[in-house]
């Protein structure tokens, strides 16, 4: 977790400096955008102010920059949460991919 607002500073332009959009990286669904917006925990993501091309690499390509910066989000938590409820089939969430999440839920079915 990050600790001071020098350390976000210093990760956001380390991570790039082209802005993500709620409109970007969230297919609007109705309550999917309501539920952001009430949570405001995107408000806290380190990608905030990210390129989304990272977080959704073509098939293949590498998901290592999207999961360096989820590393030190402060709601990591929050978003791998946010992803595992509604079965976000693509991009990087929480700091896990799509083969990740599935991995996970199918655990949490087995437990």
């Given amino acids: ?12 332009a380390a991570a790039g400096s082209r802005a993500l959009t709620l409109v970007d990286a969230v297919p609007y669904t109705g309550s999917t955008l309501d539920t ?17 091309e990272a977080f959704f690499p073509e098939r293949g390509g590498s998901t290592y920059e999207a999961k360096k910066l989820c590393k030190i989000c402060p709601v990591k938590d929050e978003c791998l949460e946010y992803a595992l409820e509604r079965d976000e089939s ?3 969430w929480g700091g896990t991919s799509e083969k990740e999440r ?10």
Avoid: F
């Fill in 102 to 111: 599935r991995k996970l839920k199918r655990a949490t079915v087995a437990a």
């Fill in 36 to 52: 952001l917006i009430d949570d405001n925990w995107w408000d806290r993501a380190a990608c905030l102010c990210v390129d989304d």
């Fill in 90 to 92: 693509w991009g990087v």
């Fill in 1 to 12: 977790m990050l600790q001071n607002t020098q350390q976000y500073q210093h990760a956001l």
